[in-house]
């Protein structure tokens, strides 16, 4: 099972902090509350955070110093929660590298959108290092095994995702049949060679013809091939 997203609540008013701890947890949301500034700031460069909601008006270090000072060593999301309702406050905040703010008094539903929101993103951010296949719309992830068309995941089997993966890898070159066979079957397969067929069937089901693209082509007599 996925470690629930643990969020760090920086706020000195006590009422609001169990809140949205009681809150959030109910979402299914890991959390830890810290009332003073300068501990917030050692705690969140010290442990590990998937996103801070933290208050601007605190004890000892105020919210825009310790996004400022945060921002110098680490990239953790970070929502500011400010009284006051001054667009420089929010100007500030996002300079120094705030991904977002929200002012009191707020709804709890709209807190739990920019953190689900903020998440989502980041999840879909690839790693600077991480190779990526790109056909059109289509993202394709060769180390997650993840396709996403559009931003939406689309779930493939294990041999679904190889087929496509070779196909994507050799565009626009055409692939005959026996070299797929070979290629994600293997050398040793005694099957039906239409087992080709079939598979690009269910890819064009799950691809083409869900999100209306069209990469997928056959060349008569030949084979197979990915085109943008």
Same mark, same amino acid.
């Given at each position: 099972?996925?470690? &629930?997203? @643990?969020? *760090? ?9 169990? *809140?949205? #701890?009681? %809150?959030? !947890?109910? !979402? ?13 700031? =050692? ?21 825009? =110093? ?5 921002? !110098? ?14 667009? &420089?406050? &929010? ?35 690839? +790693? ?16 997650? %095994?993840?396709? #996403? ?9 294990? @041999? =679904? *995702? ?14 005959? +049949? ?8 293997? %050398? ?17 089901? &799950?691809?083409?013809?869900? %999100? ?17």
């Amino acid at each position: 099972m996925d470690e &629930k997203p @643990k969020i *760090f609540i920086v706020e000195d008013e006590k009422q609001i902090a169990r *809140f949205l #701890q009681i %809150y959030l !947890e109910k !979402e299914g949301f890991q959390t830890a509350i810290e009332k003073n500034g300068k501990r917030a700031y =050692e705690r969140i460069i010290q442990e590990k955070y998937d996103l801070v909601l933290l208050d601007v008006m605190l004890p000892d270090m105020d919210g825009l =110093e310790i996004c400022r000072r945060v921002r !110098e060593l680490s990239d953790v999301p970070i929502i500011m929660l400010t009284a006051r309702d001054d667009v &420089k406050d &929010k100007v500030d905040g996002l300079n120094i590298g705030a991904n977002d703010y929200v002012t009191k008094p707020f709804a709890s539903e709209e807190v739990l959108a920019r953190i689900r929101g903020i998440l989502r993103r980041r999840n879909e951010e690839p +790693r600077k290092d991480e190779k990526r296949l790109i056909v059109g719309n289509v993202l394709l992830y060769p180390d997650r %095994y993840e396709v #996403q068309v559009n931003g939406e995941l689309v779930e493939l089997t294990h @041999k =679904e *995702f190889e087929l496509f993966q070779y196909l994507v890898e050799n565009k626009p070159n055409v692939l005959t +049949r026996d070299q797929i066979l070979q290629r994600v079957w293997g %050398y040793d397969f005694y099957g039906n060679t239409n087992v080709v067929d079939v598979y690009i069937s269910y890819l064009r089901t &799950k691809i083409d013809d869900k %999100y209306d693209e069209r990469h997928i082509h056959t060349v008569r007599g030949v084979g197979y091939v990915v085109r943008d």
